[in-house]
């Protein structure tokens, strides 16, 4: 059985400009969520996605947005980047919906200049 | 609001000492609750869980945590500290409000020393 993977494992980007990253789920498993660690912080809930759909946000702005892929791997797209949005992106995939433990892929850094 | 707190930033155990990592929570009732542990460069590595049940919760690695409603807590615990648990861990909350949104304390960076 797989993990979580993500790619790619780290990214220079300047502000302004867009970025795709991209995540595929544990086998099996057909939610994701999305994370944003700032350094030096715990990790933020940006969004959640369930069979393709947007199950739930957290508080980030519509330039961040997702997808989902019947096979259930995952992209984040985060538009007109800004400084701040240097950090690692951390994705998580789960069994169900209604399955609690979410496990984790190794992270995409970001550094935006 | 619904928040995680983990009070303290840095901790330095000697090698084989014992740990406890303090974690506390605030929310309007019991959340599933979590630790996890993240070494440098990698994602985060589930050590262990609480849904109900008995309060004292054992995980991988060793580790252990327990569960106190009337102080809102949930602290970890190894009772022998091994060079290798040098790492971030970071305590986690769900409210299982329909969507899987965990809330994490801001970390404690554990330091072990020959």
């Known amino acids: 059985e797989t993990g979580v993977t993500q790619s790619p494992t780290h990214l220079i980007k300047t502000r302004g400009q867009q970025v795709t990253l991209r995540c595929s789920s544990q086998?099996?498993?057909?939610?994701v969520s999305w994370y944003q660690q700032a350094l030096g912080q715990g990790p933020q809930f940006i969004f959640q996605?369930?069979?393709?759909?947007?199950?739930g946000r957290g508080n980030f702005p519509p330039r961040f947005s997702g997808l989902q892929f019947p096979n259930y791997s995952s992209e984040l797209n985060v538009n007109a980047l800004e400084l701040d949005d240097s950090a690692l992106y951390l994705c998580?995939?789960?069994?169900?919906?209604?399955?609690?433990?979410?496990?984790f892929g190794p992270g995409t850094r970001l550094l935006v200049l | 609001a619904q928040s995680v707190t983990q009070p303290d930033i840095h901790i330095t155990v000697s090698e084989g000492a014992s740990l406890e990592l303090r974690c506390n929570y605030s929310?309007?009732?019991?959340?599933?609750l979590f630790w996890y542990v993240q070494s440098p460069g990698q994602g985060l590595q589930l050590l262990l869980k609480?849904?109900?049940?008995?309060?004292l919760v054992q995980g991988i690695k060793g580790f252990e945590a327990e569960f106190k409603r009337s102080q809102s807590s949930f602290n970890l615990r190894k009772p022998s500290v091994h060079w290798s648990d040098a790492a971030e861990y970071f305590c986690?909350?769900?409210?299982?409000?329909?969507?899987?949104?965990?809330?994490f304390g801001t970390g404690t960076r554990l330091l072990v020393s020959p």
């Open positions: 998580a995939s789960s069994l169900r919906l209604d399955q609690e433990t979410q496990y």
């Open positions: 086998s099996g498993h057909n939610t």
């Open positions: 996605y369930y069979r393709e759909e947007e199950n």
């Open positions: 929310y309007g009732a019991t959340p599933y």
């Open positions: 609480y849904f109900s049940g008995d309060t």
């Open positions: 986690a909350a769900n409210m299982n409000t329909g969507f899987q949104k965990l809330v």
